[in-house]
């Protein structure tokens, strides 16, 4: 048996995420004050007391499901299934930030205030209304780069998310965006929809965001992990701390390759994948992903972990 942590990415965020997790255990709560600290502010307040519109702005999402899974850890690792029970660990966008703190890459208060700093610089990249992001359900991920290119005509519009083998997600112009649904939809997708996002992430679009995070990373100390980081970009692991940098910065405007990152563990005999922290999104995915017998779990509250425990 060998097993991956995988850790959610933007859109698993729900109010009172982690809480139970930190009422349970110490050591997450630990997790959530050590953040507020970080950022000077109480987002563990906004995570379980606030206003879902206000946690799903970007700048806070990102901080916010980072503690959620650190948390999720610190619970496992109390019950003795720390990071030594994984061969891999994995981040869907910024839940690759998540897999590298608890990799030991990245200082937890330095990973919340990167994460901030970045959904900040995401937001205001693209004015509101410039950009979009549209779901293609039902074609494969070429298909869904020969719909961007078709649908760019001069504008932005690329394949920003590689799911899973029926789920791309395109980032751009809104224009061409909105033109990629209808021409995805005249090539036979099952779907072909806008998403309800602020900002047209992991596109070209997001050149700024990606040089404003190159001056952020610069500043902190990134560690060699201690179990090796399947990168978005690459689809491989990654071990050397000046390669994770460039990578992370080649993150905002570059694809994430998610399936194939699924792949690449699946390949290097992974048949466990544990979901650390808000929702399942990555389990289905991983379900779709895989062309094995694979076993998948969600780990978001005390009841998870003793689950987990067996």
């Known amino acids: 048996m060998s097993r991956a942590f995988v850790f959610p990415g933007q859109g698993a965020q729900t109010i009172g995420m982690g809480r139970s997790l930190a009422e349970a255990y110490p050591a997450a709560r630990a997790v959530f004050d050590e953040v507020d600290a970080a950022l000077g502010e109480k987002l563990s307040s906004l995570i379980w007391e606030g206003d879902i519109a206000e946690l799903t702005l ?5 901080p916010a499901l980072m503690a959620t899974s650190i948390a999720a850890l610190r619970a496992l690792e ?3 299934l720390g990071l030594d029970q994984a061969a891999f660990v994995a981040g869907h966008s910024l839940g690759e930030y998540s897999a590298l703190c608890a990799a030991g890459a990245l200082d937890l208060s330095d990973t919340a205030r990167l994460l901030r700093a970045r959904g900040r610089a995401m937001q205001e990249a693209v004015p509101v209304g410039l950009g979009a992001m549209a779901v293609l359900l039902g074609l494969g991920f070429e298909a869904a780069m020969e719909v961007a290119a078709e649908a760019a005509q001069g504008e932005v519009c690329q394949a920003a998310n590689d799911n899973d083998p029926a789920q791309v997600v395109v980032s751009g112009h809104k224009a061409a965006v909105e033109r990629a649904v209808e021409i995805a939809k005249a090539r036979g997708a099952k779907r072909a929809m806008l998403l309800p996002v602020s900002a047209p992430f992991h596109c070209a679009l997001m050149q700024p965001a990606a040089a404003v995070m190159s001056e952020a990373l610069a500043a902190v100390a990134i560690h060699a992990p201690k179990v090796p980081v399947v990168v978005n970009v690459r689809a491989e692991a990654v071990t050397e701390p000046d ?3 460039a990578l992370l910065v080649a993150q905002v405007t570059g694809s994430v390759r998610w399936r194939e990152s699924v792949m690449w563990m699946e390949g290097a005999g992974v048949t466990e994948f ?3 922290g808000a929702g399942k999104a990555l389990s289905g995915m991983v379900k779709r992903i895989c062309t094995g017998d694979v076993v ?3 780990i978001g509250s005390p009841e998870d972990v003793a689950a987990a425990k067996g």
């Not at 970007?58 to 990102?62: E, F, I, R, V």
């Open 58 to 62: 970007t700048q806070n999402a990102q």
């Open 78 to 80: 109390a019950e003795g």
């Open 243 to 245: 390669r994770i940098r």
């Open 274 to 276: 544990w979901e650390i």
């Open 296 to 298: 998948t779990r969600a």
